[in-house]
């Protein structure tokens, strides 16, 4: 018998435990028959290392004993979204094309982006909730592309994992250039924002589950206080968000009234202005010190008047708010042009002068169309390339050699 014959065929990918939550983490050792008096104990001794000290593998578990670490290397994986592709902008702004691990045996992977945007003070990592959109707003690069489907809350974890294992953001990894420890390094990631492909709203039980695994303290730790979702004004789940998941909460705004936002943002056309307002005022824990972020992208002759800012501070009366004005990021076919500098400042000043902070956000990685409204991954090319490759007989690893 040839030695080509002798080799088995290779069995289906094992389950990756990477971004699973506590109750997950559970079902997955009943299922290895671990008895239920231990399991609280197992599922804190995975998190620990999966979540505290970054383990890629489970033969790094050194607190799990041989023989449990062994069954678990061959039941399950602690595999992350693969990176597809890095884009690092010349101002830092790392912007990731990842790979999901196939979801059963007609799954080829959907790809969707993150971006890590490193500031002064802080480090922000901007996560994906959905691979694709369903919202068209008119202005923003990731509307061109239909929704191909939600993320689970393990992949949306994921791309945290993948994040900090590129960056060295985990106890003890080294980030001076001799490679030496810095366990008391500040965190490079110190804020996670739902802004990049998706609505979260519309996702919201897997964006909940991945906000505990994040959150939880004995883990990733990142306070929720650190943690915005953005919605592009999905009404009916706004009260439901801050009593459930608790997060900061930002709006995308980008217009005063409703036919212009009907153009912008379509989903107005269900949830005018006047409503969403009033479910921003009902957010739960809404205080001075806990504000609603307003996102107002800033478009040259289209938003950006005078009159425009002030019927802005007029209808955010009372509404504890922070107006973020984001500078139009363009993007190859779009018909909008950024408003001038001039103009954002003299926008910026009329609501400054009315009590709001109304800082200017700086353009992250635009050149490597990374900033905001920027993202689309390339999902629906990869399926129409997959579907011209099955019909010519040539199967997924050919495919994705082929987009590399």
């Not at 593998?57 to 062994?70: D, L, N, P, S, V």
């Not at 949306?156 to 994040?163: M, P, R, T, Y």
């Not at 929720?224 to 909460?249: D, K, Q, Y």
């Not at 400054?352 to 920027?374: E, H, K, M, V, W």
Request: charge should be neutral.
């Amino acid at each position: 018998m040839s030695a080509l014959a002798q080799v088995a065929p290779a069995g289906p990918p094992l389950t990756s435990l990477a971004g699973g939550g506590r109750a997950e983490l559970a079902a997955r050792l009943r299922e290895l028959g671990v008895p239920a008096r231990e399991q609280r104990m197992r599922v804190g001794q995975l998190w620990h290392w999966m979540y505290h000290r970054g383990a890629t593998e489970f033969g790094a578990m050194t607190t799990i004993g041989k023989e449990m670490r062994a069954e678990l290397a061959r039941s399950f994986s602690l595999e992350r979204p693969r990176i597809v592709s890095e884009h690092i902008s010349s101002d830092g702004t790392r912007k990731w094309l990842l790979r999901m691990p196939p979801k059963g045996p007609r799954d080829t992977g959907v790809e969707i982006e993150t971006v890590y945007i490193p500031e002064v003070d802080r480090g922000t990592l901007c996560v994906s909730s959905q691979v694709g959109c369903t919202l068209t707003c008119s202005f923003c690069h990731t509307g061109t592309q239909r929704l191909v489907r939600n993320l689970d809350a393990s992949e949306i974890v994921g791309q945290l994992l993948v994040a900090r294992d590129q960056l060295g953001d985990w106890p003890g990894t080294g980030r001076g250039g001799d490679g030496a420890a810095l366990a008391d390094a500040p965190r490079l990631i110190s804020n996670i924002v739902f802004m990049g492909m998706g609505e979260p709203l519309y996702n919201f039980d897997a964006v909940k589950e991945a906000v505990e695994t994040i959150a939880d303290g004995e883990g990733l730790s990142l306070s929720r206080r650190r943690i915005t979702l953005s919605t592009s004004g999905v009404v009916p789940m706004i009260a439901r968000a801050g009593a459930e998941i608790g997060t900061m909460l930002a709006v995308s705004l980008h217009a005063v009234r409703d036919e212009l936002r009907d153009e912008l943002v379509p989903l107005n056309k269900k949830y005018p202005i006047s409503t969403l307002l009033e479910a921003c005022r009902a957010y739960p824990g809404l205080s001075n010190a806990r504000r609603i972020t307003f996102e107002y992208v800033m478009l040259k002759g289209v938003n950006d008047t005078d009159a425009d800012a002030r019927e802005l501070v007029r209808l955010l009366r009372g509404v504890p708010a922070k107006i973020n004005l984001i500078p139009f990021n363009p993007w190859p076919g779009t018909r909008y042009e950024c408003s001038s500098w001039n103009r954002i400042e003299a926008f910026s000043e009329i609501v400054f002068n009315a009590g709001y902070a109304s800082p200017i956000r700086t353009p992250r990685g635009r050149d490597i169309l990374a900033a905001c409204g920027q993202l689309k991954s390339e999902t629906e090319k990869l399926r129409a390339r997959a579907r011209l490759m099955l019909e010519s007989g040539i199967g997924a690893e050919g495919m994705f050699a082929s987009s590399e």
